[in-house]
C-alpha cells in the first residue's frame, strides 16, 4: 500500500517561511516498489477547488510552479528516497490553504497517491 506523509504545515505571518516535506512509501497494487515519474504539491484554500503549485521530475529534476508562487517557493527532493520537499518563501494570505502531496507513478496516467494534506496559515 502506497503512503505520502506530509509535514512542515502550520500558522504564520506574512512574510515568513515555512518548509513543507513529504515522504512516500510502499507498494503499488501490483506489489512493486512505487516508483515515480513525478511528485508534487497541490492545494486547496477554503470554498475552492484544488489546484497545482509545484512539480518535478524525478528524472531530470524539471521543475513547474503555479505563476502565483514563482520566485517565492521552492521544489526540492531527495532522489535517494521518494521524498519531496517545498520551501515557502514570503508567504502572503492568499497562500492559506490545505497543502497536499501527490505522486504520479510510472506507469500510471497522473497523480495518483496523495497524502492527507497539512493546513498552512498565513496572518496579515
Known amino acids: 500500500q502506497v503512503r505520502l506523509v506530509e509535514s512542515g504545515g502550520g500558522l504564520v505571518q506574512a512574510g515568513d517561511s515555512l518548509r513543507l516535506s513529504c515522504v512516500a512509501s510502499g507498494r503499488t497494487l501490483s506489489g512493486r516498489p512505487l516508483s515515480v515519474v513525478a511528485m508534487g504539491w497541490f492545494r486547496q484554500a477554503p470554498g475552492k477547488e484544488r489546484e497545482f503549485v509545484a512539480s518535478?521530475?524525478?528524472?531530470?529534476?524539471?521543475?513547474y510552479y503555479t505563476d502565483s508562487v514563482k520566485g517565492r517557493f521552492t521544489i526540492s527532493r531527495d532522489s535517494r528516497r521518494l521524498l519531496v520537499s517545498l520551501q515557502m518563501n514570503n508567504l502572503k494570505p492568499e497562500d492559506t490553504a490545505v497543502y497536499y502531496c501527490a505522486a504520479h507513478p510510472i506507469g500510471g496516467d497522473n497523480y495518483s497517491y496523495w497524502g492527507q494534506g497539512t493546513q498552512v496559515t498565513v496572518s496579515s
Open positions: 518535478m521530475r524525478w528524472s531530470g529534476g524539471t521543475t
